[in-house]
Every structure is written in C-alpha cells, then in structure tokens.
C-alpha cells in the first residue's frame, strides 16, 4: 500500500510539472506562473522544475506586454489607453506575485510601475469621460446607455473622477425608457366607485428595470416615449338566473337472497358443507330538483400601445376579464341511497343572495388589473 501511495504521489507531481510546462510551450504565459508560484509556495526546496518553468514565463510575459505597449503607444489612438492601463496592471501583478515567493532562484529585473500606471489609469479615465460625454450630448436615449456604460469605465479608473456620479445619473436618466400607463372608460356605463382607481393602481415599480420606467401618474420631468391605454368599452352584469333541472337517479343494491336447489328441490351444499346462498337484488330511486343559481360580471376592452413620438398605434390586444356568482342546491324525494355522493353534498343547503351588481364587477375588476399587468410584462420587450 506504501508503495502504491508514492508512487500516485509521483505521478501526480509529474502531472501537475507537466501542465505548467505544457501552459508555458502554449503561450499562456500567467497561467504557468500562477500553476507554477502556488507548488513553490507549497514545496520551496523541491521545485526546481518549477522554478525555471516560472523565470522563463516571466521572462516571454513580460517581452510580450512590453512589445505590446510599445506598439498601442505608437499607435497615438487615446482609445488605446484603457488597454494600455490594463498591460500595466498585469504587469505589475506579475511582478508583485515573484516577490511574494521565498528566494529560491525566481528571476526577474523589478521595475516601479507607479508612474506608468497612475498616467494609463488618468489618460483611460479622461477618454471614457470624453467619450461618454460626447454620446451623452447627442440627445438619443440609445447613446445615453452606451454613456452610462462609459461612466461606469472611468469609475473603474477612478472611482471619484470629476462630477462622473451626476453624468452616470445624468445618462441613466436620458437613457431609460418612460411609459405611461393610463386607463380610459368609454363602456357608457356609469362604473361602480373605486373600479377606475383600483384598476390604475397596478404596481408599476414591479415592471421598471435598468432601461424601462413606467409610470400610472404623469411626472412632468419626464419625456414619455411610450402610452399603454387600457381602453375599457364593456361593464355588464348579467341578470340573476335560477334555473331548475329534474331528474332521478337510481342504483341496484343487494335485497336477501333465495337458497340454491337441486333437481329435487333440495338446497345445494358447498364443499365446505354449507347452504348456497343465491343474493337477489333490487332498484332504488329517488328523484332530485336541482336549483342552479348564476350571474355574471364582465369588463372587456382592448390595450393600446401608442408611439408618442409620431402618435401611432403600435399593437393593440383585446382584454376581458369574467367573474361569477354561482351557487348550486337540490332537493330530494325518495331513497336518498340511491345518490351519487356528488348530489348528496347538494342536499340540505339553501338558497343564497344573489350579490348586488357593484362588488360582482369589483371582482371583474381584480382580475382584469392582474391580467393587464400580464400583458404588459408578455409586451415588455416591445417597447425598447
């Protein structure tokens, strides 16, 4: 078992020896050193090989970043800035990561990459800022989102750059789309108090996201590119119907039996000895009025998405909403055994109150507020 142990112990040493080493022959320089760094941390005194495989990788690292910079620099774009500041951030941490390991022969010729850094990270934060408000001046909800994105870079430079917090705020607030939604009653009906006022006070604030705002009350700050109308053109009720419906039901159940008789008129025995017994059965009935008690409420309408802009309707999508009162009793003459229990739990309950008109279209008024907002969500990729 021992000499099992070391040898997996060996082989996984090989293994982890040749990925660093594999890493390296591919180019991909960081990875070797932090594969390589973190055995040498672990085992300082038996890594040679991972020693040499962690200087040659700083070494080609850090010829490649420097190539690099020196062509992005020659370049003159002032785009370029930001990737210049992230070389300089790699390279530093690269460096900071062969002084952190014990003097076990890492090589490497240690530079102050203060200056160059602090000028990178101040010549990306001026671009982002320049960039993001030049989009930001262009009067295009669609370009204040690319600015908000440019914001946010040059608070990855610095986080405290100039007023960057009033234009990340300023961007947000050009960039977001505002949707107004509002409810128009063209039933000819008078509507019960509060259906209007309930309707309209759908939780909007559920339905805002990082681009999209929408709003049931007009905030004069505001440009509203979009209008959502809930345009209602039916409220009825139903009148109060009672209808009945006779009929029977019936069931066969066993009545006593008779005796089973031979040939002779003598009863028949089983082979246990006892008398065979032949059961008889019977039907029972029992007659059921059945009273049915119903009304209804509906509203219907339609939704209107309008381009304020050119004040065209964009789409249109009929809505109605169904609420109803319905109550169901029986009475029964006759054998009550014959009942499936479905009626049983019919008899004995008495008549109830039809309920007046304006809480049956209050009701309706619930569902339709719920089945709006699902329509709005199932449309929020509409309107961009």
């Not at 690292?61 to 992230?86: C, F, H, M, Q, S």
């Not at 440009?223 to 409220?235: D, M, P, Q, R, T």
């Not at 039996?257 to 006892?274: E, I, Q």
């Not at 964009?314 to 009942?339: M, Q, V």
């Amino acid at each position: 078992m021992k000499n099992i142990l070391s040898i997996l112990l060996i082989v996984a040493v090989f293994i982890g020896c040749k990925s660093s080493s594999k890493q390296l022959e591919r180019g991909d320089y960081d990875a070797a050193l932090q594969k390589s760094a973190k055995k040498i941390k672990r085992n300082p005194s038996k890594n040679d090989d991972e020693v040499w495989v962690f200087n040659d990788a700083y070494r080609m690292a850090t010829t490649r970043d420097n190539e690099a910079l020196v062509r992005l620099k020659r370049k003159g774009d002032p785009a370029l800035w930001g990737k210049i500041y992230r070389t300089y951030v790699k390279m530093d941490a690269r460096q900071n990561l062969a002084i952190s390991l014990p003097p076990v022969g890492i090589e490497f010729d240690e530079k102050d990459y203060t200056a160059d850094l602090k000028n990178a990270r101040l010549k990306a934060a001026e671009y982002a800022y320049a960039k993001g408000t030049q989009l930001l001046n262009i009067d295009n909800r669609f370009e204040a989102r690319k600015a908000y994105s440019r914001f946010l870079e040059v608070k990855t430079y610095d986080q405290y750059y100039k007023d960057v917090d009033n234009k990340l705020m300023e961007a947000k607030f050009k960039g977001t789309t505002n949707v107004f939604f509002k409810i128009a009653d063209n039933s000819n009906v008078v509507a019960p108090k509060g259906l209007i006022a309930e309707i309209q006070r759908i939780n909007m604030d559920e339905l805002n996201e990082t681009w999209k705002n929408y709003d049931t009350y007009i905030d004069t700050n505001k440009i509203y590119h979009y209008s959502i109308f809930l345009n209602i053109k039916l409220i009825d009720v139903s009148p109060e119907e009672v209808k009945e419906n006779n009929y029977m039901e019936s069931k066969e159940i066993e009545d006593g039996f008779d005796y089973a008789l031979d040939a002779n008129g003598n009863v028949k025995k089983d082979t246990l000895g006892n008398d065979i017994k032949i059961p008889k059965y019977k039907i029972i009935t029992c007659h059921v009025k059945e009273i049915h008690q119903f009304k209804t409420a509906r509203i219907s309408g339609v939704i209107d998405y309008i381009d304020n802009y050119s004040d065209k309707l964009l789409k249109s999508e009929p809505i109605t909403s169904d609420t109803k009162f319905e109550h169901h009793y029986a009475i029964a003459n006759g054998d009550l055994n014959a009942l499936k229990q479905s009626t049983r739990n019919k008899i004995g309950a008495d008549p109830l109150p039809f309920p007046a008109d304006e809480p049956l279209v209050l009701q309706a008024g619930d569902v339709l507020k719920e089945m709006t907002k699902g329509i709005i969500v199932r449309n929020k990729s509409f309107l961009k």
